[in-house]
Nanobody, 127 residues
Framework: QVQLVESGGGLVQAGTSLTLSCAAPGDSVNNYAMNWFRQAPGKEREFVAAIFRDAGVADAYYGNPVKGRFFLSRDYAKNMVYLQMNSLKPGDTATYYC??????????????????WGKGTLVTVSS
């Protein structure tokens, strides 16, 4: 199985920025959409962002809570995915998971449909 490795989490103050990274082993998930999910204590895991390439064109999709604040990018040459998080809020506090799944046209990425994921990295945003 493919194991993804997230990094970059930590304790930050509200209003600041933080970038999370997701490393994949080689190019094993180059044919997968890469996603970020997050789960706060006592809450359901929720979709954050996804990046994919369809017909050779890269595109990204963001969940409503992070639209306009979070930005997802992918570096195929480095087998890395980055989630830039800006204007962080206490509500962004959660464990963030990188996950890979096959692109399903017209469907919102769901955790249950992911094929590979990492252990997660904790992001804590203080007031």
């Amino acid at each position: 199985q493919v194991q993804l490795v997230e990094s970059g989490g930590g304790l930050v103050q509200a209003g600041t920025s933080l970038t999370l990274s997701c490393a994949a082993p080689g190019d094993s998930v180059n044919n997968y959409a890469m996603n970020w999910f997050r789960q706060a204590p006592g809450k359901e895991r929720e979709f954050v962002a996804a990046i994919f390439r369809d017909a050779g064109v890269a595109d990204a999709y963001y969940g409503n809570p992070v639209k306009g604040r979070f930005f997802l990018s992918r570096d195929y040459a480095k087998n890395m995915v980055y989630l830039q998080m800006n204007s962080l809020k206490p509500g962004d506090t959660a464990t963030y998971y990188c996950a890979a799944g096959k692109l399903v046209r017209g469907s919102l990425p769901a955790w249950e449909n992911m094929d590979y994921w990492g252990k997660g990295t904790l992001v804590t945003v203080s007031s």
